[in-house]
């Protein structure tokens, strides 16, 4: 008797055991969604503001991402058409076509060489018009516009006018489905128009590319690549070196009593005096070594492929040439030098601080070099 009396009491409390249970499961997800969402949101807003770094550094990398987006979204929507209205060869190649771009702007971002991906595309969209052109007759040949347009922003001049000039060739010779000579004879003329348009159009463009890019990374008073430039370049070192690509090594070369030549002479001396020393170094380092300013009188250089007795035979070879050849209104000038050589397990700062450091350790020396450790 007592047992049944107890019973639903305790079948009773486990009920209101479970649904306590399931209510603090419902209150703690209700905590953990608004977090979730909001790691979610700064994680999506961190990835655009790379892809905007990344494609504002590389202009032609961001044309490239922008026209491979929209093609993959045209293409790809005319390639599920076609295969629906039973169009299969149609659907294959627009098909075939989204996977080259694809491809092309998977290896652009990875390898950061926007110009053999655009080369690719260019060639896809060139072949993918004749192909479709010979298939479909009149209504493939509007895609043509298209294709002509986008190759001379997607890769270099003389590569877009080739296939320009390739793509109305082989059009004008092409047997051709239901496309009568007067149509054929007007698509040729009007495609050669637009791609002379193009290639004008594009010839402006690279000329005004190439200005405003040697005054976004160029220093106005030597010509040699600014602070601004080093800073992206570095990092890319780095990453080629964990790649196993390349053995770099950096050197901070500072002008010893440089303040002294611009207090006693004036800066006119102390500007000629860096345009000659900037001089004096690129007639000494190899072709891909590369040469920064990054302040007053100070400058990096970004070796590349070099080992520890080389980049001794550099710091001596530097430090004579300069020794030598540069002159003031005191008389000769020379620099301190720091080196370092890439270690495994650092990155950019670390490198870039010791061999700061080796130069400052110079410094205290005179005239010499120092290679860190």
């Not at 019973?7 to 479970?18: F, W």
């Not at 877009?160 to 000039?165: D, G, L, P, Q």
């Not at 390739?166 to 009007?190: D, N």
């Not at 009188?297 to 530097?318: P, Y």
Request: with cysteine; charged share 25%; hydrophobic share 50%.
């Amino acid at each position: 008797m007592d047992d049944d009396r107890r019973s639903p009491v305790r079948v009773g409390d486990q009920a209101c055991l479970a649904l306590g249970r399931r209510a603090m499961r419902r209150r703690r997800r209700a905590r953990t969604r608004p977090a979730q969402a909001a790691g979610l949101a700064a994680g999506t807003r961190r990835v655009f503001r790379q892809l905007q770094t990344r494609m504002q550094e590389d202009f032609r990398l961001g044309v490239i991402a922008l026209c491979g987006l929209v093609s993959v979204a045209a293409l790809g929507g005319f390639s599920v058409y076609r295969f629906v209205r039973g169009d299969i060869a149609l659907g294959v190649v627009d098909f075939a076509l989204v996977l080259t771009i694809i491809a092309a702007g998977v290896h652009a971002w990875r390898s950061g060489d926007s110009r053999i991906a655009g080369l690719m595309m260019i060639v896809a969209n060139t072949i993918g018009c004749v192909v479709v052109a010979a298939l479909a007759g009149f209504t493939g040949l509007f895609w043509a516009y298209n294709a002509v347009v986008m190759n001379f922003f997607l890769g270099d001049r003389h590569p877009a006018v080739f296939a320009s000039m390739a793509l109305v060739i082989v059009i004008a010779f092409l047997p051709l489905p239901g496309v009568e000579p007067a149509q054929r004879l007007s698509f040729c003329a009007t495609c050669a128009l637009v791609s002379l348009y193009a290639f004008v159009f594009a010839a402006r463009a690279s000329r005004q590319a190439v200005r405003l890019e040697r005054l976004a990374v160029r220093d106005p008073l030597t010509g040699v690549r600014n602070r601004r430039l080093f800073d992206l370049d570095l990092p890319r070192a780095v990453h080629d070196a964990r790649a196993g690509r390349s053995t770099p090594a950096l050197a901070v070369l500072d002008l010893d009593h440089f303040k002294r030549i611009n207090d006693r002479h004036g800066h006119d001396a102390g500007d000629r005096t860096l345009v000659g020393f900037t001089r004096i170094l690129q007639a000494g380092l190899r072709q891909d070594d590369r040469l920064y300013r990054v302040g007053g009188e100070e400058f990096v250089l970004l070796l590349k492929d070099v080992q520890v007795a080389g980049l001794t035979v550099l710091i001596e070879h530097l430090l004579t040439l300069t020794r030598t050849r540069l002159r003031s209104p005191d008389g000769p000038v020379t620099v301190s030098i720091g080196a370092a050589l890439l270690r495994p397990d650092e990155d950019s700062s670390e490198w870039l601080a010791r061999a700061d450091k080796a130069m400052y350790e110079a410094k205290t020396r005179r005239d010499c070099g120092v290679i860190s450790g």
